[in-house]
C-alpha cells in the first residue's frame, strides 16, 4: 500500500535554530502533499498544501515565512521551521496524495515530533 | 471556517462490548474518512466514505456516510484491548479542494 515517510521521526533544537523536517511517498508520485500541526490532545490542524512545482499554499494564521515549504519532487516535500521557538514545539504530520488514484485518500506519515528548548 | 463536531470526546468500554461514535457537520461534505491514532505516530485510515448512504466494513468496523452528507458514524464491534487509541473523522467537501477538515477525536480506552 501507499507509505509515507517522515524524517526525522523527532527533533530537539534551540530556540532561533532552524529545522527541516521531510516528507516521501515511498512507492506512488505525489502532486499534492499537506503539513499539519497537532497540539497535544488536540486534533490536526492544516498548516499548508504543498504543490510539486508550484508555491504552497498556507491557511489563515500560517506565517509562510517561517514555515518554509519546498516540493521540489513528485516524492518529496520539506518544512523548514525557521527561527524556531519553544511555542513552535508540536508534532508536524505530513500527508500525500497518490497522484495516479484521483480521489484516493490520503496517506499520513508517522509524523515528527519537534521540541524547541 | 468548516468545523466538524466529534462524539464522545472519550470512551472507557470493558473488552467484548461494541462501540458507537459520530461526527456531524453544518456543511455538505462528499468524502467521509475515519482514521486512528496512536500515541507518537501519525493517522491511519481505517475506511473511506465517498458515496451518501454507504455502508462500509473493515473487518470489526463499520462505518456509514450520511444521507444528508453532514454526518457519518463508526462502529466498532467486540473491541479489544489494542482497539485503544484516539479516533478522528475527517471530511472533504464540494468544492473540489483537497483539503481535508477534522473532528476533534474521540479517546477509546477499553478495559481487559
Known amino acids: 500500500g501507499a507509505v509515507v515517510s517522515q524524517h526525522p521521526s523527532w527533533v530537539i533544537c534551540k530556540s532561533g535554530t532552524s529545522v527541516k523536517i521531510e516528507c516521501r511517498s515511498l512507492?506512488?508520485?505525489?502532486?499534492?502533499m499537506f503539513w499539519y500541526r497537532q497540539f497535544p490532545k488536540q486534533s490536526l490542524m492544516l498548516m499548508a498544501t504543498?504543490?510539486?512545482?508550484?508555491?504552497?499554499?498556507?491557511e489563515q494564521g500560517v506565517e509562510k515565512d517561517k514555515f518554509l515549504i519546498n516540493h521540489a519532487s513528485l516524492t518529496l516535500s520539506t518544512l523548514t521551521v525557521t527561527s524556531a521557538h519553544p511555542e513552535d514545539s508540536s508534532f508536524y504530520i505530513c500527508?500525500?496524495?497518490?497522484?495516479?488514484?484521483?480521489?484516493?485518500?490520503?496517506?499520513f506519515g508517522n509524523g515528527t515530533r519537534l521540541t524547541v528548548t | 471556517g468548516q468545523q466538524l463536531n466529534q462524539s464522545p470526546q472519550s470512551m472507557f468500554i470493558q473488552e467484548g462490548e461494541d462501540v458507537s461514535m459520530n461526527c456531524t457537520s453544518s456543511?455538505?461534505?462528499?468524502?467521509w474518512l475515519w482514521y486512528k491514532q496512536d500515541p507518537g505516530e501519525g493517522p491511519v485510515l481505517l475506511i473511506a466514505?465517498?458515496?451518501?448512504?454507504e455502508l462500509t466494513s473493515n473487518g470489526r468496523l463499520t462505518a456509514q456516510f450520511g444521507i444528508t452528507r453532514k454526518d457519518s458514524f463508526l462502529n466498532i464491534s467486540a473491541s479489544i484491548p489494542s482497539d485503544v487509541g484516539i479516533y478522528f473523522c475527517?471530511?472533504?467537501?464540494?468544492?473540489?479542494?483537497?483539503?481535508?477538515?477534522f473532528g476533534k477525536g474521540t479517546k477509546l480506552t477499553v478495559n481487559p
Open positions: 500527508s500525500a496524495r497518490d497522484k495516479k488514484t484521483g480521489i484516493s485518500p490520503l496517506h
Open positions: 512507492d506512488f508520485q505525489a502532486t499534492t
Open positions: 504543498s504543490n510539486e512545482g508550484s508555491k504552497a499554499t498556507y
Open positions: 456543511s455538505i461534505f462528499n468524502t
Open positions: 466514505l465517498y458515496k451518501a448512504g
Open positions: 475527517a471530511g472533504r467537501n464540494q468544492g473540489g479542494s483537497e483539503k481535508l477538515v
